[in-house]
């Protein structure tokens, strides 16, 4: 029983007898099925025949590695000064946005809804729409709102753009403020979907109208766009690294500083971020990148066919290879030389992988997450000695499979890997079952996988290297760096130092195994 005087966490408390009996009584009121039969149904689903049904399944999704379009247009709309962030559609769904949000980056989140029910629902959504934003405007001080939709909205067909002119119309909102918007329905695409279409929005809010006297390369910079990107350290490395070559840029979205907040004191709704003016500009420059090419594609053809910006063709800048491409187009496209620094990074690199590639070679790795993280992270997987075996992507269609199996090809470390587009967590943990890897890269959805396979026996367990988007079970990794040399260097130290600690863990018995040690008395 909890007191005052000694107040326990979730665990050990739910090992109380108390709570162990009230746990007893609620399985005897479920009728749930008997310890045997819950054992043999449990050594069933890890077979190889069960795998064989599981992955027939078509209509039905059991964990998916992925989230829907408006988690993803949220997140782009934080990135742009004094932004609000509006989702036209039912309070539980922002609810859920807000705190897996919360969850991830342990920072208070400022997402508004206007609580579409269920008239709404049978009358459109208008209504909501025109006081959402006539409240919104008066309360929150915003210097912009950035509007998308979830699946009630989009299912009634509620038509975003017809919304906001009628509320600038009648009144409820300034005509000269601005709400640029995408329509994200939850059931296609996923988050990476959703970024790429509030990013498409934005930007043709503000410059498609506007073309006139625009010059390509005129105001001396250069465009980034980061797409759906959780790593803070990843907006500040691609920042060092451009300001040391003397780059003048502009982030096309950039929630950093929102997203990492002081505790001194002073609550920030809004900090930091993208400026209007900087979008309006943005035209003007040499040139625009695209961090994740593969996810960003309605972005890139509005960039190409307005703007009239040839983008560069690279991929994620993660790992040697991929981030020398990306310095030396920035190079190309600026005439700025790569300095010292950036060099010498590259160098301490190289040495931190010979020093682990011992460790590292031949080791199996499982991994999934999202369709540009997994092709930057299988690249560098393969720099590092590391056999990527399965590869799962749930928003990953046949573009992408095509071109993480010619990755795969390119590299010896590669030709046993397979690919899965489509799949989603369940598959993944048949496959850990009937294919073991050493490791399993992934989010912290991936500690059921490792508590399913140790269930089975220690020998069956597959170990969680936790990188990836979200992060809910572990503190601060949200701060880190997957991108650049910088990245590279964080990736190889999280990866060795998970396979020396599954080392120690396996040679702890004294006499028996615990001959293999880096210590020397």
């Known amino acids: 029983m909890q007191t005052v005087e000694k107040i326990k966490p979730c665990f050990p408390l739910f090992r109380d007898d108390d709570y162990k009996e009230t746990l007893k009584g609620k399985k005897v009121f479920e009728e749930g099925h008997a310890p045997d039969k819950v054992r043999e149904t449990f050594e069933w689903t890890t077979t190889k025949e069960y795998q064989e049904l599981n992955f027939k399944r078509e209509a039905l999704t059991v964990n998916p590695a992925k989230a829907c379009q408006p988690l993803g247009s949220a997140l782009c709309g934080l990135g742009f000064k004094k932004s609000l962030v509006y989702i ?24 508004i809804a206007d609580s579409m029910t269920e008239d709404a629902a049978v009358f459109g959504g208008q209504k909501n ?25 989009e299912v009634i067909g509620d038509d975003l753009n017809a919304f906001i002119n009628n509320a600038k119309n009648e009144g409820h909102l300034d005509k000269d403020f601005p709400v640029p918007f995408a329509h994200t329905p939850s059931f296609v695409g996923s988050h990476v979907t959703g970024w790429d279409n509030m990013e498409e929005g934005i930007l043709r809010y503000f410059t498609l109208n506007t073309m006139e006297g625009k010059v390509v390369g005129s105001n001396g910079k250069i465009n980034i766009v980061p797409g759906f990107e959780t790593y803070l350290g990843n907006y500040r490395v691609i920042k060092r690294y451009l300001k040391e070559m003397d780059v003048a840029y502009t982030m096309l ?8 907040t002081p505790a001194d004191g002073e609550f920030r709704m809004y900090a930091g971020g993208t400026t209007m003016d900087e979008v309006k500009d943005a035209p003007n420059a040499i040139n625009t990148f695209l961090i994740q090419p593969m996810t960003c594609e309605k972005t890139k053809k509005f960039v190409e066919n307005t703007w009239n910006h040839e983008i560069p063709k690279t991929n994620i800048p993660m790992g040697v290879e991929w981030t020398d491409e990306f310095l030396m187009k920035v190079s190309e496209a600026t005439g700025k030389e790569i300095p010292a620094s950036i060099k010498l990074e590259r160098g301490r690199l190289i040495d ?49 499979a095509k071109a993480m199996e010619k990755l795969l090809a390119s590299s010896p470390y590669g030709v046993h890997g397979k690919v899965y587009p489509g799949a989603d967590l369940w598959h993944l943990r048949s496959l850990c079952f009937t294919d073991k890897p050493d490791f399993l890269i992934g989010n912290s959805y991936a500690k059921f996988i490792q508590r399913d396979t140790v269930h089975k026996g220690k020998e069956f367990e597959v170990p969680v290297i936790r990188i990836g988007f979200p992060i809910f ?37 004294m006499g028996v195994t615990d001959y293999n040690h880096d210590l020397v008395r």
């Open 473 to 509: 079970d572990r503190h601060h990794l949200h701060r880190m760096t997957t991108l650049g040399y910088e990245g590279a260097m964080y990736v190889l130290t999280t990866l060795t130092n998970a396979v020396l600690e599954r080392l120690d863990d396996e040679t702890r018995e």
């Open 253 to 260: 979205c950039d929630p950093e500083e929102v997203l990492d």
């Open 88 to 111: 036209h559609g039912s309070q539980g769904c922002v609810a859920y946005f807000r705190t897996y949000f919360n969850r991830h980056f342990k920072e208070p989140i400022a997402f």
């Open 352 to 400: 931190m992988m010979t020093d682990s590639h011992a460790w590292l070679h031949g080791k199996k790795m499982a991994i999934y997450g999202d369709p540009d993280f997994l092709m930057g992270m299988v690249k560098m997987m393969m720099e590092f000695g590391i056999e990527p075996t399965h590869i799962v992507c749930h928003n990953g269609g046949k573009k992408w």
């Open 129 to 153: 729409v025109h006081e959402g934003l006539a409240n919104a405007t008066k309360l929150y001080d915003a210097e912009m709102i950035a509007m998308s939709t979830t699946c009630i909205a």
